[in-house]
């Protein structure tokens, strides 16, 4: 018999956090957010661009009207809204006297641009996707919660790395937006050093790859493999793989199950790899 992935990760949290998240993560409202005739920061333009959200919780608002309870989580590169559903932060999160209560606050955790189930290269368009990057995303976001969930400030906002670079800049431009701001492994600087080289290095690996065939490829790359058990090295735990990969026949493991791992980590919705710098 096949165990939900929920049901799974409920089973590894203590007793008093597994029904404390079941409870907080019960029947999340999920929705699209579809902005018309959207133009991107370089000028390219799009019909019609989706984020895909899913909230928890129900909104309060203050004597004026205003929602006064949501937070806005923001997710990593690999990953999607779904992140914080999983162990062990949906069951040190969101649970009764946790610190992001669902029975107290309004949490919202969209897809960004590129992920998930919202508007994304593998679509369609492929390498004719317009070149969007951190600032379109964050503006997404803005407008998701500002226009279509109708909160004009929020509590909170937290997002771990390339959310966390989303959260920097959303807040840049509206600084009004939220009473405050929780960006994890990220610096409010523009991507360098070894980040931008490894970056650069696998986009150009990508694309120069036979089977790539300019974004059109009918196979997955041979190359993919290879760059994505690099990208598990480079932003794993160096102290973690002296634990897990301690002999070659641990290693030569890693390695093979790496490209699977890191799909698995994006969510319900498998992606074809994308060269936008995101």
């Known amino acids: 018999m096949k165990i939900p992935l929920f049901a799974f990760v409920l089973l590894c949290l203590p007793l008093g956090h597994r029904l404390a ?6 029947n999340p409202a999920e929705g699209d957010f579809i902005v018309k005739d959207y133009q991107f920061s370089n000028g390219e333009k799009l019909p019609e661009v989706r984020i895909h ?4 919780g129900q909104p309060t608002r203050n004597a004026q009207g205003a929602v006064n309870n949501a937070v806005l989580l923001l997710h990593g590169t690999t990953g999607n809204g779904t992140q914080y559903l999983s162990a062990p932060l949906a069951g040190e999160l969101f649970g009764a006297g946790q610190p992001l209560e669902a029975e107290k606050y309004y949490l919202i955790l969209p897809d960004s641009l590129g992920r998930g189930s919202s508007s994304r290269p593998s679509e369609g368009l492929h390498q004719k996707f317009p070149h969007y ?3 379109d995303a964050a503006d997404l976001h803005y407008r998701l919660v500002t226009e279509k969930l109708g909160v004009a400030r929020v509590r909170l906002v937290v997002g771990t790395s390339m959310g966390g670079m989303h959260t920097w800049l959303l807040l840049g431009k509206h600084p009004e937006f939220a009473e405050a701001a929780l960006p994890i492994a990220c610096q409010p600087l523009p991507i360098a050093g070894r980040n931008l080289a490894w970056r650069r290095i696998f986009i150009g690996a990508l694309q120069s790859d036979p089977a790539f065939k300019e974004g059109e490829y009918a196979t997955e790359p041979t190359s993919l493999p290879s760059m994505l058990a690099m990208f598990r090295l480079l932003t794993g735990s160096a102290t973690d793989f002296e634990t897990t990969t301690p002999d070659l026949a641990k290693t030569n493991a890693f390695l093979a199950t790496a490209n699977a791992d890191v799909m698995a980590s994006a969510g319900p919705t498998r ?3 994308s060269t936008r710098t995101i």
């Open 271 to 273: 992606e074809k790899p």
């Open 21 to 26: 998240a079941a409870s907080a993560l019960a």
């Open 53 to 56: 959200y899913r909230t928890f």
């Open 133 to 135: 990057g951190y600032g």
